[in-house]
């Protein structure tokens, strides 16, 4: 590849993120896909959904915190037959996400499961809460 005066302009960091993101496999399937997903997170959730038996076809709502671009938002709607998709972004980011989970999620829940899907970068900190069987 023939550098670009664009990527002339980028810093070695920049340099390196673009040449991960081009290579990654699951970058040219969400556009090679016939959904044309809006982010690679498509395929973390499904395969979570895969991994976890399917536990998008039983569920009566779904909420996706911090939904923008809407990967996963797309593959719910699908897989539940949704004609319309509603994103809320406008709430603050939550920390301390261990407590979340002893404080909230497992009262609340008959099982919480911890899970890092193949679809996650190795070197990326992000980890995903799977909470089934409702006690409410």
């Known amino acids: 590849?023939?550098?670009?005066?664009?990527?002339?302009?980028?810093?070695?960091?920049?340099?390196?993120?673009?040449?991960?993101?081009?290579?990654?496999?699951?970058?040219?399937?969400?556009q090679a896909h016939p959904a044309q997903f809006r982010s690679r997170s498509a395929f973390k959730l499904i395969e979570l959904d895969e991994k976890y038996g399917n536990f998008l076809q039983n569920v009566n709502s779904v909420v996706d915190l911090g939904a923008a671009p809407g990967g996963w938002s797309q593959v719910v709607a699908a897989k539940m037959g949704w004609a319309e998709e509603r994103e809320l972004?406008?709430?603050?980011?939550?920390?301390?996400?261990?407590?979340?989970?002893?404080?909230?999620?497992?009262?609340?829940?008959?099982?919480?499961i911890y899970?890092?899907?193949d679809a996650s970068r190795k070197e990326s900190a992000e980890g995903y809460w799977l909470c089934k069987g409702w006690k409410g």
């Open 115 to 117: 899970c890092k899907p």
């Open 89 to 112: 972004d406008s709430v603050p980011v939550a920390t301390g996400g261990w407590e979340y989970k002893k404080n909230i999620l497992e009262p609340n829940f008959h099982h919480v």
């Open 1 to 30: 590849m023939r550098p670009t005066p664009l990527l002339q302009k980028l810093t070695n960091s920049s340099k390196g993120w673009l040449s991960t993101h081009l290579r990654d496999p699951y970058v040219k399937s969400r």
